[in-house]
């Protein structure tokens, strides 16, 4: 609450910068708070002397400065200021530290307050090497769409695995992720199978060798790379090769000439998109029998999360399904002009390559 109104203040002002008056002492109680919590380097770094945040610089200069100096710099000039009641209460950590604890320790070590003041700096200077190998690390861990290739990410020691991890998780969830959760992902994360671990109103999912963090809603897991879909688009005229964005959807389906295993161009002449129902049947090939569309995803080892995107039909019949393929039920004859399609959900940084950008009904 204190640094929001300090926030409107400046913006009501017109001024960017605000200085903070916090100082040595603040420092090193901030840096045995928090290693009494069991804080990691970020934690230890305690308070930076300058940070940008939603366009204000926040800026301490006096954070190398011990309180004494202070203290008599306001006394020999005759500064008003004032204190804080809350300052005496003990209910608070950081009160009870400087109430019961301080005097104590700097009895017993004169040195505390610089010691530890100079731990915290190192700490920022380690924080910042931590940061710069995470990003390192990141270009080879990365799978796509902002997910996290699990055998890619083993190969790592594990000390390296811990920070990659802790910098993939606040990435992906726009904030640090609780330290029980890195503890469990470094305890059980292996190679196979699939498994889940719930992050409040989101969840980390293993698929096939792939980590993502999505959030959990009534609809299902959502990716955090997926947009929030726009309405639905109903149909889609297709009268050549190209790339047809369907954002409603969530994604955009190519279609490109092939010689073989297409589908007749005369039959993408009117599409229409549809959910699932649970009724469809999809036929894998030619001689096999439809089955539906669970039996199909389970045996072709497709994810729920990838199971999205519109269901096309021609007059009736299911043509293609994302994930799936065609249905051989259209299959063309090799005399036919024919298309091969490819769905590709959609992602903030994917590119539309090839042909020319249309847009469904």
Not at 133 to 145: I, K, N, P, Y
Not at 181 to 187: D, F, I, W, Y
Not at 272 to 292: C, V
């Amino acid at each position: 609450m204190r640094y929001r109104a300090l926030r409107e203040l400046a913006d009501a002002q017109g001024t960017s910068v605000i200085l903070l008056a916090h100082h040595r002492r603040d420092q090193a109680e901030t840096f045995l708070l928090q290693a009494l919590r069991g804080a990691g380097a970020a934690g230890l770094a305690g308070m930076p002397a300058r940070v940008e945040r939603a366009g204000i610089t926040w800026m301490r200069p006096w954070l190398g400065r011990p309180r004494e100096q202070i203290d008599a710099y306001v006394t020999r000039h005759r500064i008003k200021c004032i204190e804080d009641d809350s300052n005496e209460d003990p209910r608070y950590a950081r009160n009870r530290l400087r109430l019961e604890v301080w005097s104590a320790l700097t009895g017993a070590f004169p040195h505390a307050e610089a010691s530890l003041a100079d731990s915290a700096q190192r700490a920022q200077e380690a924080l910042e090497c931590l940061t710069e190998l995470a990003e390192q690390d990141m270009a080879s861990v990365a799978a796509h769409s902002n997910a996290l290739d699990v055998k890619a990410w083993l190969a790592l020691s594990p000390a390296r695995r811990s920070n990659v991890l802790r910098a993939w998780l606040k990435q992906a969830a726009g904030r640090a992720a609780p330290a029980s959760l890195v503890t469990r992902l470094m305890a059980e994360l292996r190679l196979g199978g699939s498994a889940r671990w719930p992050i409040e109103n989101s969840e980390v999912r293993l698929y096939r060798g792939v980590l993502r963090f999505g959030e959990t809603t009534g609809a299902g897991f959502r990716p955090t790379t997926e947009q929030r879909p726009e309405p639905h688009e109903s149909s889609l005229s297709v009268d050549g090769p190209g790339a047809f964005d369907l954002p409603g959807w969530g994604g955009c389906l190519h279609v490109a000439r092939t010689r073989e295993r297409g589908v007749p161009l005369a039959w993408l002449g009117r599409l229409d998109l549809k959910p699932r129902s649970g009724a469809e049947r999809f036929q894998g090939g030619i001689g096999r029998p439809p089955r539906s569309l669970k039996k199909q995803y389970q045996d072709q080892c497709v994810p729920a999360w990838e199971r999205k995107g519109p269901l096309f039909y021609s007059g009736g019949q299911l043509v293609f399904v994302p994930g799936l393929g065609l249905d051989a039920r259209v299959l063309a004859l090799p005399d036919q002009e024919q298309m091969e399609l490819h769905w590709q959900p959609r992602t903030p940084d994917a590119a539309l390559d090839g042909g020319v950008l249309k847009r469904g009904s």
